[in-house]
């Protein structure tokens, strides 16, 4: 069931990644990239990183995309009646410049999962040497927690005072033009 749940959400993610890139229609190409963090939150999970995935579903889905969101719907008008438009259809098929640089990509996961499997880092084997790999009953989010609040407060008071820029700028262009 497990192996099942995490193709899902890699099938989901690559597909939808695809796709978002291939469409011409923003607000859609919004959407799709909802599902991608969404599915890319899932694979957290598998890859047992718990607090990045709620991380990425807090700071990416909660506050970019939305910010993302509110930035289209405050932007210009014309972009809105572009949803009208059904040329840009949901599954259009993909350029051929996209294909070979989806299968460059494949083949490189590819290659890095054989190689991955075949032999370990150095780092995973001294890790298994020391007693200190990470493992499934592991809880290290109150560490992670400790760290984002005593070391890396600024950066992160940083990012959201960015983040209110783009949100201000956003409201800046949607005003009006004035005649002078």
């Known amino acids: 069931m497990e192996s099942i749940l995490f193709y899902a959400f890699a099938t989901l993610a690559i597909g939808s990644a695809l796709l978002l890139v291939n469409l011409k229609n923003i607000a859609r190409a919004l959407f799709l990239f909802f599902i991608v963090l969404f599915a890319m939150a899932g ?41 009208q438009d059904s040329s840009g259809s949901f599954l259009s098929i993909p350029k051929w410049q996209t294909i070979p640089v989806v299968l460059g990509f494949l ?10 499997q075949q032999a370990p ?26 760290r984002f609040m005593t070391f890396y407060v600024l950066p992160f008071e940083i990012i959201s005072v960015f ?12 005003r009006k033009e004035r005649t002078i």
């Open 43 to 83: 694979l957290y999970l598998f890859a047992l990183a718990d607090f990045v995935a709620i991380t990425q579903i807090m700071v990416y889905v909660g506050g970019v995309l939305i910010l993302m969101l509110f930035a289209f719907m405050l932007s210009n008008k014309e972009l809105l009646k572009d949803l």
């Open 163 to 174: 983040l209110m820029m783009a949100l201000i700028g956003a409201s800046h262009l949607s």
């Open 121 to 146: 880092s150095a780092w995973i084997l001294q890790a298994r040497e020391n007693n200190t790999e990470i493992v499934a009953t592991d809880n290290n989010i109150h560490q992670i927690g400790l």
């Open 107 to 116: 083949f490189l996961m590819l290659y890095g999962i054989i190689e991955w």
